[in-house]
Nanobody, 123 residues
Framework: QVLLVESGGGSVQAGGSLRLSCRYQ?????MGWFRQAPGKEREGVAA???????YYDDFVEGRYTISRDSAKNTLYLQMNSLKPEDTAMYYC????????????????????WGQGTQVTVSS
């Protein structure tokens, strides 16, 4: 088990920006961000493999950037040009293995989840 603690959510107007942070206990091979809006299924937003591979869902459209500060054990998601449809609970996720495995946007790659941080974008 890997402890993951998200922060940085909040309420912004359309066009605004937020930076989400995820403090993790141990680094894992694949780490990422998911989101779930009310009444919708959880969907992958962005993921980063241990050796630099990065994945974004199509809806990101270049507006989000995932990054990691290994010295601080923190994963980030910089979100710009936010839209009302970006409103959701955002979750940090990490794979079970530290040094091997696969990475991508599917839930199958992850076995550890944070509690989530709410992002609300108003028009």
């Amino acid at each position: 088990q890997v402890l993951l603690v998200e922060s940085g959510g909040g309420s912004v107007q359309a066009g605004g920006s937020l930076r989400l942070s995820c403090r993790y206990q141990y680094s894992r091979y694949c780490m990422g961000w998911f989101r779930q809006a009310p009444g919708k299924e959880r969907e992958g937003v962005a993921a980063m493999g241990r050796y630099g591979s990065i994945y974004y869902d199509d809806f990101v459209e270049g507006r989000y950037t995932i990054s990691r500060d290994s010295a601080k054990n923190t994963l980030y998601l910089q979100m710009n040009s936010l839209k009302p449809e970006d409103t959701a609970m955002y979750y940090c996720a990490a794979s079970n293995l530290a040094d091997s495995g696969s990475c991508g946007l599917g839930s199958v790659f992850f076995g550890n989840w944070g509690q989530g941080t709410q992002v609300t974008v108003s028009s």
